[in-house]
């Protein structure tokens, strides 16, 4: 790990990073707007956290629900790092780390993310090429990939939290057969001019809608993630959707 290693306090938990302001945003988006607030009449939600990054929204959901189980799926290795470094000085229980880039098959894929050893930030790291239009000024490393369904069994899932940098279609349609299984979703969804070939917000809504789920479709700022001139050069849209599985509310 290149960069040099800082240590915020956050709700009371050691949280060890690389980016202060990377950190900040990501911790207002959780902690402020709590945008993974979800209810659940269990005392130990099964929770499957994707993009888990360095462990803030793994911290978030053992502060509501100190007996969760969470599966964490992170794509950059030196993030895994700091992702287990603040779970063990923490002691945070029931957490499983699965360092892998979440896609619809096994194997091996590119991760491309920003070149800066000084302060990195990694919340855009994408195996999707070019999504940012800056491929050409990306560092890539081959990473694991592995599927989403692979780690469900016959328990329902609580909560799933997808923050995966345009990966969500290939995800979601891999893990149709068994999106049965999940109770509630809030999938950020990541779009661009480069990449609405392979990851479009209405095919994911039909996805879901089609498979009984009830969604909402909010609007994110894009001004909090991108520059003027990104917003110009690249059309982005930055979603949240928040999908409920109308089975499980007919209980």
């Known amino acids: 790990m290149t960069s040099s290693l800082q240590c915020e306090i956050i709700e009371g938990f050691r949280v060890y990073h690389r980016n202060r302001e990377e950190l900040e945003k990501i911790r207002w988006e959780i902690f402020e707007d709590k945008e993974y607030a979800f209810e659940t009449d269990g005392e130990a939600p099964l929770i499957f956290d994707c993009g888990a990054h360095v462990g803030l ?27 287990k470094k603040n779970i063990e000085v923490n002691s945070l229980s029931d957490v499983t780390v699965v360092n892998a880039a979440l896609w619809s098959s096994e194997g091996r894929a590119d991760l491309y993310s920003e070149i800066n050893d000084g302060d990195p930030w990694t919340w855009g790291n994408t195996v999707i090429h070019d999504i940012w239009g800056d491929a050409d000024g990306s560092r890539k490393r081959t990473v694991r990939t592995t599927c989403l369904s692979r780690y469900i069994a016959d328990e329902p899932i609580d909560f799933v939290k997808i923050d995966i940098e345009g990966a969500e279609e290939a995800v979601i349609r891999e893990v149709q057969p068994q ?31 089609r498979n009984g789920f009830e969604i909402d479709v909010i609007e994110k ?26 089975a499980f509310n007919r209980v």
């Open 57 to 83: 929204a793994v911290i978030y959901f053992n502060i509501r629900y100190p007996k969760s189980r969470i599966i964490a799926f992170e794509a950059d290795p030196e993030n895994v790092e700091l992702l």
């Open 179 to 209: 999106l049965h299984k999940i109770r509630e979703m809030l999938i950020e969804f990541h779009g661009t001019n480069t990449s609405r070939e392979v990851n479009d917000i209405g095919r994911i809504s039909e996805m879901l809608e």
């Open 221 to 246: 700022d894009l001004t909090k993630s991108f520059k003027e001139s990104s917003i110009a050069e690249l059309d982005p849209d930055l979603l949240l959707i928040r999908a409920s599985n109308a």
